[in-house]
């Protein structure tokens, strides 16, 4: 509700901050690019990671979504590995429930060792608990003891060995160690950057030399270090999903896949996804001549009783060019040809988000998007750009 958006120096990803205020104290909320993973593969990952790291937040809150916790268990873990002042918010708990998903909170909490809040957005009564939640975790009067995530015995040694050469910094000692031994020099700059302290001392590289020595006895290389790491973390997420996620509706996920391999086959999905759009982009161009010419019609009249109105005050000509002829004429024909489209447009497409379509015609494009350098989830862009670019011709 009070929030202003802007530009992250030299990225294109935009963020938004707003004060939030609670228990007589103001909270600035750093909304982030959405990420799945803070691996770095892509700029919204980075900026999530860097802010996470270096941005001096009292709390994180990790917004998870109840309908699939294993997938975002992912990024709680890697998040817990820099901090363990976080807080886990499991949303669409009203959605879980419709699709018959329980979701165990406390034991959820217990297995991960910091605060978890179940929450459905649209209700003020479950947001005022995950602020009272964000309050004790800021205050410190809600002690965090996030539970370690466990590598293998081989990386774990590594890790031991090679952190204790690690000089003392704000972030976890372990999660240096893992970026050193993943020889991710982003973020190894960043930290040297941030928290000016160098990583690339002798002891230091001394000391990873060795530990990769140690790893590659163990056919453990760069190429597949990465891999291991994030087998580990998935692998803990799915073992914790299947203890504190009771699923009464099966059905249902059977009906979805079936639903899934018609939607995304190599046969259907594009000729079902080519006549989907046909019939929107149909409804949005010509359906939305009859109220453009409604619209057209109606200011048109405006227009007249305009200059009717500056003729008999004895307007001067001027004036009446600006003000009619110009302003409100070409907000009059902006508006009517439009609005309709738009209307008819963004409704048609919510529909499809809501019914889960969208996510798939993302998944359908997203082969030929990569090969101009984008991804599947510019679908939307690309539809609206081509509406327009109709209704101008």
């Not at 928290?195 to 230091?204: A, F, G």
């Not at 990873?208 to 891999?227: P, Q, R, S, Y």
């Not at 019939?279 to 949005?284: E, G, N, P, S, V």
Request: aromatic share 8%; charged share 20%.
């Amino acid at each position: 509700m009070h929030q202003h958006t802007g530009n992250w120096p030299g990225k294109t990803v935009s963020n938004a901050m707003g004060i939030c205020h609670h228990h007589s104290n103001s909270f600035l909320v750093v909304d982030l690019p959405g990420t799945y993973s803070l691996m770095s593969n892509s700029t919204e990952e980075e900026i999530a990671r860097n802010y996470i790291c270096f941005g001096k937040s009292d709390c994180t809150i990790v917004v998870v979504d109840a309908t699939c916790l294993e997938r975002n268990l992912n990024l709680v873990y890697q998040i817990m590995e820099i901090t363990n002042r976080i807080v886990v918010c499991v949303n669409l708990l009203d959605e879980a429930k419709k699709k018959g998903i329980h979701v165990d909170l406390a034991l959820l909490e217990e297995k991960l060792g910091v605060p978890v809040v179940g929450t459905i957005a649209r209700k003020k009564k479950t947001l005022k608990k995950l602020m009272d939640t964000v309050y004790d975790v800021c205050t410190k009067k809600s002690p965090n003891f996030s539970k370690t995530i466990f590598y293998p015995s081989i990386i774990e040694e590594s890790i031991t060995l090679l952190q204790s050469n690690i000089p003392n910094t704000r972030l976890n000692k372990r999660w240096i160690s893992l970026k050193l031994l993943e020889g991710n020099e982003t973020i190894i700059k960043e930290i040297e950057k941030n928290e000016k302290k160098s990583l690339h001392t002798k002891s230091i590289q001394q000391k990873i030399k060795e530990v990769k020595e140690l790893l590659n006895e163990h056919k453990i290389e760069n190429a597949n270090f990465k891999d291991i790491i994030v087998t580990s973390i998935v692998s803990q997420a799915e073992t914790i999903c299947n203890d504190v996620i009771q699923v009464q509706n099966t059905p249902y996920r059977n009906f979805d896949r079936k639903v899934d391999k018609i939607l995304t086959s190599k046969i259907f999905g594009f000729p079902i996804m080519l006549l989907l759009l046909g019939i929107i982009f149909w409804l949005t161009i010509i359906g939305a001549n009859y109220p453009s010419e409604i619209l057209s019609t109606f200011f048109g009249w405006i227009e007249d009783k305009l200059l009717l109105f500056f003729t008999t005050i004895n307007a001067p000509q001027w004036l009446t060019n600006i003000l009619v002829l110009g302003m409100y004429k070409t907000l009059a024909w902006v508006v009517a040809v439009m609005l309709p489209p738009m209307a008819i447009f963004f409704p048609l497409f919510t529909i499809l988000e809501d019914l889960g379509y969208l996510p798939r015609i993302a998944f359908n494009l997203d082969h030929f998007f990569k090969k101009a350098c984008t991804t599947g989830k510019q679908a939307l862009t690309m539809c609206l750009g081509v509406t327009i670019w109709c209704i101008d011709k």
